[in-house]
């Protein structure tokens, strides 16, 4: 395999690696978002039952 | 949130995105003047297509939210917004990693290039202003204002190499002038629509956390009554 080819099959792999990333790390993101929303949710709801009783 | 509708959407995306990594990989004939760098394009342009396409969703409900009010529509844009900007980067930052190896420059300020960079700006800008304000009827009549606005530089990524009298490092379209041989319109397009169902999944997500944020805001409203 030659230098040419090896170089692009290097930067193909930092390619598909950097969209993989990209994209998990948005996944992940969106995971950490929703956990916080529904603890905040879930803290509300009790704070405001609480309060009416 | 319709949970089994993302579970299921995001199964059927990751499936459909392994299959074609499966075809990109192991089926389709390297490209035999670029070599192997050229299977980027299955990722690259995908994600372009599966960004504009979403941005079309926000500006809808943009528009949608202009003339009716109603915040589920702001929802939608923001979700789609997201979402589309996601995609804006993985193509801007595959873009750059073949033009590395390409042209033996990371970057270069040509009109497709810059164009887009706006339109990943523009729109990087709209999640940024939307916290800094805190009324949300204003907060939705300006983010639908500078969705729509956005919006316009479409058009400009969209033109940048198709004008004759702009001079461009980019290639120009391959599917309008067929220099995309058809062996490869199978994992092109199944990457697409791979995209598609992945980022449908995503701003599912997002627009559950968006009524979510709503049910939070009331509950503070609630509890400050009290």
């Known amino acids: 395999m030659s230098q040419i080819d090896l170089t692009n099959l290097r930067f193909l792999f930092f390619g598909y690696s950097a969209a993989w990333l990209i994209m998990i790390g948005f996944v992940f993101l969106l995971v950490s978002r929703s956990r916080r929303i529904d603890r905040e949710l879930r803290r509300l709801k009790s704070l405001v039952e609480d309060k009416e009783k | 949130m319709p949970r089994k509708t993302v579970y299921t959407l995001g199964i059927l995306g990751t499936?459909?995105?392994?299959?074609?990594?499966?075809?990109?990989?192991?089926?389709?004939?390297?490209?035999?003047?670029?070599?192997?760098?050229?299977?980027?394009?299955?990722?690259?342009?995908?994600?372009?297509?599966?960004?504009?396409?979403?941005?079309?969703?926000?500006?809808?409900?943009?528009?949608?939210?202009?003339?009716?009010?109603?915040?589920r529509w702001d929802s939608m844009a923001?979700?789609?917004?997201?979402?589309?900007?996601?995609?804006?980067?993985?193509?801007?930052?595959?873009?750059?990693?073949?033009?590395?190896?390409?042209?033996?420059?990371?970057?270069?300020?040509?009109?497709?290039?810059?164009?887009?960079?706006?339109?990943?700006?523009?729109?990087?800008?709209?999640?940024?202003?939307?916290?800094?304000?805190?009324?949300?009827?204003?907060?939705?009549?300006?983010?639908?204002?500078?969705?729509?606005?956005a919006a316009a530089d479409i058009p400009i990524v969209f033109m940048a190499i198709r004008l004759h009298n702009v001079r461009t490092q980019h290639p120009g379209p391959v599917l309008e002038t067929g220099t995309l041989a058809k062996v490869y319109y199978g994992p092109f397009f199944g990457d697409y629509l791979a995209f598609l169902l992945l980022a449908t999944a995503m701003m599912l997500v997002r627009l559950h956390q968006e009524s979510s944020h709503r049910e939070i805001d009331s509950l503070r409203r609630e509890l400050h009554a009290i």
């Open chain 2, 15 to 71: 499936l459909y995105l392994l299959y074609n990594f499966y075809q990109i990989f192991l089926v389709v004939p390297v490209d035999a003047l670029q070599g192997n760098i050229f299977r980027i394009i299955f990722i690259h342009v995908p994600a372009a297509f599966t960004a504009f396409s979403f941005y079309g969703v926000a500006v809808v409900a943009s528009i949608a939210f202009l003339v009716t009010k109603n915040f």
């Open chain 2, 78 to 149: 923001v979700s789609a917004v997201e979402v589309g900007t996601m995609f804006t980067l993985v193509n801007l930052a595959t873009g750059s990693i073949w033009g590395r190896v390409e042209w033996g420059i990371w970057w270069a300020w040509d009109a497709r290039m810059t164009s887009q960079l706006m339109c990943f700006l523009l729109y990087l800008g709209y999640l940024l202003m939307r916290p800094a304000i805190a009324e949300p009827q204003q907060r939705g009549v300006m983010s639908a204002v500078l969705a729509i606005f």
